[in-house]
């Protein structure tokens, strides 16, 4: 007698599953980056009894750490050839790449602060045709002369002024829904103290979070002078320094590659926060941000630090971008200078309304993310919305830095 084999119940349905004729919508998770960012727009739907959620890890070439940060939320996700075989009535993607095989319609997010970097892939870019940034860019929307999305969340009414430029085809499947991370940083602004007290801090002490995106021209590219500014000049006693990588360089690195680059600041007592955690309760918490073009930066206008950027003069952003509106209004750090100095001056010179415009922005509906999304989303797939409110609360509190003080030779190195 031959067995036949099977495949996962949400793959199989009929009698494997014991709640079948659910709504069913697939997560579809890249990066880590992307996972932490769709699970703003999943937790929305999940508690529904009517919608089934799947997850698929999709290729990516930063996607190491996906399957991980799926498992470590007790997620069993579908192969992505799985995925692409089955049916679902919607899907919900924070990149574009390989979404066009799907066998459903595809809701497409952003997944930072603004569209930042013009289109760095230029090898099938025509003579003269312009770089884009992020999902203004119609190579990341458009396929074989179809525009891909069903819907596309931007978070701000000037993504549609650009967006009738650079792709007017997808004008019609437009959204402006605003941003989580404005919102949830907003949220957490009175909690502000909590989380300084869950981080450890002492009465008196300050906090210098160190955040860097990925790419040659980010802090963390230009590791030769921010270690020694680092770790070689003498901070205030009642200073403590975090590191925020962005999971990219983990992922495209190797963990054990950057914690072994960052050694020595781990050794100095400086914190190297793990691309899994939770950043928003760590910008809300600081005295000083310092920074680069990223999203992370951007954000941190939000908040009551002071901000500074990195220098290089490479770096490429786009005119319109959040990125751009902070780098006429943040000071430089200088490699010459003592980094004490330089963070105390800073702070004496920031002016109330400093970083008004950055956070303008970034959202053009503040504190409307999570009402706009699912809506959007109950409409797409014919379903009533909850007739309550979506729970948006503060982040959670943060574990205590000394917990990220992890030098060489610690359990987590075996």
């Known amino acids: 007698m031959t067995v036949r084999t099977t495949g996962p119940a949400l793959v ?11 709504k069913r919508v697939l997560v579809v998770v890249h990066t880590l980056t992307f996972g932490q960012r769709l699970k703003e727009v999943y937790c929305l739907l999940e508690r529904d009894i009517r919608i089934q959620v799947a997850f698929t ?40 790449r ?15 602060a603004g569209h930042i970097k013009p289109l760095t892939d230029t090898s099938a870019v025509e003579p003269g045709e312009q770089r884009w ?73 300050r906090l210098v979070v160190v955040n860097s995106t990925w790419g040659a021209t980010s802090t963390f590219g230009q590791l030769e002078s921010l270690l020694p500014h680092l770790v070689g000049q003498r ?36 914190a190297i926060v793990p691309p899994e955690a939770d950043w928003q309760p760590l910008l809300v918490a600081a005295d000083w941000i310092i920074g680069d073009h990223g999203s992370l930066t951007a954000y941190g206008s939000l908040t009551e630090a002071t901000l500074l950027l990195t220098p290089d003069p490479r770096r490429e952003v786009a005119p319109s971008s959040p990125a751009a509106l902070l780098a006429t209004a943040t000071p430089v750090l200088s490699p010459a200078h003592p980094l004490g100095m330089q963070l105390e001056y800073a702070a004496r010179r920031r002016r109330p309304d400093q970083y008004r415009k950055v956070a303008a922005s970034l959202s053009s509906v503040p504190g409307e993310f999570h009402r706009r999304m699912r809506s959007l989303i109950y409409h797409l797939l014919r379903l009533g919305e909850p007739a309550v409110p979506p729970d948006v609360g503060p982040p959670a509190a943060p574990p205590p830095l000394k917990r990220w003080v992890a030098p060489p030779g610690t359990e987590e190195w075996s």
Not at 12 to 22: K, V
Not at 98 to 112: D, N, T
Not at 183 to 201: K, N, S, W
């Open 133 to 205: 940034p992020g999902m203004l860019n119609p190579r990341h929307l458009v396929h074989k002369g179809r525009v891909v999305p069903t819907a596309i969340a931007y978070a701000h009414q000037h993504d549609l002024r650009e967006l009738a430029s650079s792709c007017p085809e997808a004008l019609r499947v437009a959204h402006v829904v605003g941003d989580p991370c404005v919102d949830r940083i907003t949220t957490a602004r009175p909690y502000r103290e909590r989380y300084r007290r869950a981080l450890g801090l002492r009465t008196g002490q």
């Open 12 to 22: 199989e349905q009929g009698h494997w599953l014991t709640r079948p004729d659910r």
């Open 235 to 270: 901070l205030d006693g009642r200073c403590r320094i975090a590191l925020l990588i962005h999971p990219n360089v983990y992922a495209g690195h190797g963990d054990r590659q950057v914690r072994a680059w960052l050694a020595s600041c781990s050794e100095r007592g400086i």
């Open 57 to 96: 890890a999709a290729p990516h070439a930063f996607g190491s750490g996906v399957p991980r940060h799926l498992e470590r939320l007790g997620i069993t996700a579908l192969s992505w050839d799985e995925a692409r075989r089955t049916e679902f009535d919607l899907a919900l993607a924070a990149s574009s």
């Open 98 to 112: 390989g979404v066009h095989e799907l066998r459903a319609p595809v809701v497409r997010i952003s997944h930072g």
